[in-house]
């Protein structure tokens, strides 16, 4: 695969001029002319003619999926984290990366929120939407020990290892804990 780019010097914003997909004796196969067209062509090719859910999990991929329409694929957009701004007083204060999502509601087959306050939110702006569902993280509360038999000095984070999670912040205060507490654990 070799894609071409246009960059505008100013943003160092690129798009796609031409996409060119080599066979396997190194040959030009198709060209393509955008991004979107490229990704398009590799969906066909991945599902063909058969019926599939593409479920979209990242912003960064919405774009090229947006004009993805096939009849026998339904596109569902998963939304894993709050689409407003901080401090999430304003609902009109959407994070720019959510924006496009949920403005083009009404061109996707499915909106997943995790919660119904998110849903709320969201139908606050957009108003009532029959293609705005929840699906909650499935996992039950797991049982939990008296308080009596629990670990004081013993905490539990857990998250996935990515920047946006921020755990560079919890390990820095939990060293002000140890100062205070040395026998505590993360």
């Given at each position: 695969l070799n894609i071409w780019y246009v960059v505008d010097p100013?943003?160092?914003y690129h798009i796609v001029q031409r996409a060119t997909l080599f066979d396997e004796q190194g040959r030009p196969g198709r060209v393509y002319t955008s991004?979107?067209?490229?990704?398009?062509?590799?969906?066909?090719d991945?599902?063909?003619?058969?019926?599939?859910?593409?479920?979209?999990?990242s912003r960064r991929a919405d774009g090229e999926t947006f004009g993805y329409e096939r009849p026998n694929v339904k596109r569902l957009y998963l939304l894993h984290n709050p689409h407003l701004l901080p401090p999430y007083a304003s609902l009109t204060r959407i994070r720019p990366s959510y924006k496009p999502l949920l403005d083009a509601?009404?061109?996707?087959d499915a909106t997943v929120f995790l919660t119904v306050a998110q849903r709320a939110d969201a139908e606050a702006v957009y108003?009532?939407?029959?293609?705005?569902?929840?699906?909650p993280h499935p996992a039950d509360a797991a049982p939990s020990a008296?308080?009596?038999?629990?670990?004081?000095?013993?905490?539990v984070m857990l998250a996935r290892l990515?920047?946006?999670?921020?755990?560079?912040h919890a390990i820095d205060a939990f060293a002000t804990v140890v100062k205070t507490l040395p026998n505590a654990r993360l």
């Open positions: 100013k943003s160092t991004r979107d067209e490229l990704f398009h062509s590799f969906l066909d991945v599902i063909g003619d058969e019926h599939a859910f593409v479920c979209v999990e509601h009404a061109d996707v108003g009532e939407q029959p293609n705005f569902y929840v699906v008296p308080f009596s038999e629990r670990d004081p000095n013993r905490v990515d920047q946006q999670k921020q755990l560079n």
